[in-house]
């Protein structure tokens, strides 16, 4: 039996249990207990967006090196997401260094035109991995909730129509928060999919 047919199961199983898990602790700030308002984006909400895209930057630098040539792309990618999460603890960042956290995006944008003007040549060849695979349409819907429905549902004009009287400012902030939340979530399952594809040069694969 060929190796790739021995492993099939091993990363739609992992991803599977991701979602799962995800489904249930992505309401982890309703459940905190005596809790007077709403978790919105200054408290626990922002806190667990910001550790999830941390988390996935590490994913997309550790599996740089795995990848080959088309790494430097996945380091391109972990740049987008820190800076992403940088941008999610702008009021932290700020109260500890006392600058304004853009200050942080300089390097990482430097770094991200250093690395793609080198190996613009290998652009191609990731777009079609990342394309191609299952794990896209992770970001697919990430960007989806992020861009779309997150700006739709949290306006503040929809629930005034829709709540009336009993409208409160707190709820399409809270909705925008829990589903920025839940995209961070995805893109977390989504880089997980792709820095785990079965790979020939991978040296940390075991035999």
Known sequence: MSKSSQKPWKQPLITAVLVVLGSVAIFFPAWLPDSPVLPTEDGIVEVMQFVLLLATATFWFGAARPAGRIGPFYQIMGAFTLASALGEADSLIEKTTHFPVEY??????I?????????RQHFGEFFGEFASHPAAGFFASAFMLIFVLARFLGTSLLWRASLGDNFHPDVPATVEAYLELLACYLLLVGTIGLCLANRSHDPTEFD
């Open 111 to 119: 770094f991200v035109l250093l690395k793609f003007k080198k190996h």
């Open 104 to 109: 942080f995006f300089i390097p990482l944008g």
